[in-house]
């Protein structure tokens, strides 16, 4: 089981980044999928997080701001950023609780993308 993250970059304060992260391999399932982020010299946060049946959890700083989605099909979770601040500039990490078995499941992160929101 691998878990892909993509869509980081460089933007301006205002724009606008959509990431997302795949997971590949065989699985059952995926219960919960987050993304957290983590600055330099700064603790890792949890940022989003959406459930299996669709319910959604945002770090206060994001609220408003930012989107979590999940495409069941596809085995993916997207975030969507808007309104990006400088303060957002960070490495953001998706992870996924999978369902290896039909009786087990284990934490999977992805390998980061780099968000960096500047002039």
């Known amino acids: 089981v691998q878990l892909q993250a993509s869509g980081g970059g460089l933007v301006q304060p205002g724009g606008s980044l959509r990431l997302s992260c795949a997971v590949s391999g065989r699985i059952f399932g995926i219960s919960r999928m987050t993304w957290y982020r983590q600055a330099p010299g700064k603790q890792r946060e949890l940022v989003a997080s959406?459930?299996?049946?669709?319910?959604?959890d945002y770090a206060d700083s994001v609220k408003g701001r930012f989107t979590i989605s999940r495409d069941n099909a596809k085995n993916t979770v997207y975030l969507q950023m808007n309104s990006l601040k400088p303060e957002d500039t960070a490495e953001y990490l998706c992870n996924m609780i999978v369902a290896v078995t039909t009786r087990y499941e284990y934490s999977y992160w992805g390998q980061g993308t780099l968000v960096t929101v500047s002039s």
């Open positions: 959406i459930t299996s049946g669709g319910n959604t």
